[in-house]
């Protein structure tokens, strides 16, 4: 089954670098995606990437992938106060003949970022 | 980016009584919504895929007859929460999706007393 895990908490002074692990067991997942949410909100897209990928950049976020440990990071360059929220890392697998692509998510990370 | 909205944000309602949820993709057509519970400090948790003009998909242990689905158009979908129970209380977020990226609502606050 699938099954995707997080570290529960980071914490990093502000100007530093975050970077956000997360391990997945399904090999033939097809997305990746990272997610944050702020408290008592919804949860934001931030990035993806697609299996066949190795790296991803986008701004201040660089997501690594490798698929041979099923391995997925999250980097945050110049991490900001405002950056402090919690980061879901999310599987998605091939979807049916309708197209559904099942997501599981992580556990989630708090980061805290320390002024 | 895509905006999904729901509403309401926040619903404290009676032991027995039902709600509904909206959910809403507002720039953009969804043919699947999911929606979400999620615990305190707790990861999302799958309850059921919305297919328009289909009979939702749930998964295993979620009462289809207790939370009620609807997705009548490609921009509408409901969650109704039946004969609600104080153990339903929780954070409730739809999605919906646009070819690979899934977009989410900023979630429903139920509360049953």
Redesign the interface.
């Known amino acids: 089954g699938e099954d995707v895990e997080q570290s529960l908490f980071l914490s990093v002074r502000e100007g530093d670098s975050s970077v956000i692990n997360c391990t997945y067991t399904d090999s033939s997942s097809?997305?990746l995606?990272w997610?944050k949410q702020e408290p008592?909100?919804?949860?934001?897209?931030l990035t993806?990437i697609f299996s066949n990928m190795d790296m991803k950049q986008d701004q201040r976020l660089t997501v690594l992938l490798n698929k041979k440990d099923k391995h997925l990071s999250l980097r945050i360059a110049d991490t900001q106060t405002g950056d402090s929220a919690i980061y879901?890392c999310a599987e998605?697998m091939g979807g049916n003949s309708?197209?559904?692509?099942?997501?599981t998510?992580?556990?989630?990370t708090k980061l805290q970022v320390i002024p | 980016?895509a905006v999904?909205s729901?509403h309401p944000s926040r619903v404290i309602c009676k032991s027995g009584t039902s709600v509904k949820i909206e959910c809403r993709s507002l720039d953009f057509q969804a043919?699947?919504m999911?929606w979400y519970r999620q615990f305190p400090k707790?990861?999302?948790m799958?309850m059921a895929?919305s297919?328009e003009g289909s009979k939702a998909?749930y998964e295993q242990g979620v009462e289809k007859d207790k939370f009620l689905i609807n997705h009548a158009s490609l921009t509408l979908s409901t969650l109704t929460v039946t004969s609600a129970h104080p153990e339903d209380s929780s954070f409730y977020?739809c999605?919906a999706?646009t070819g690979?990226?899934?977009?989410?609502?900023?979630?429903t606050?139920l509360t049953v007393t």
């Open positions: 097809t997305y995606y997610y008592g909100a919804g949860l934001q897209l993806y879901f998605s309708g197209g559904y692509q099942k997501v998510f992580g556990t989630g | 980016g999904v729901q043919t699947t999911f707790q990861s999302l799958l895929t297919n998909t977020i999605s999706r690979f990226e899934q977009y989410f609502g900023p979630g606050r």
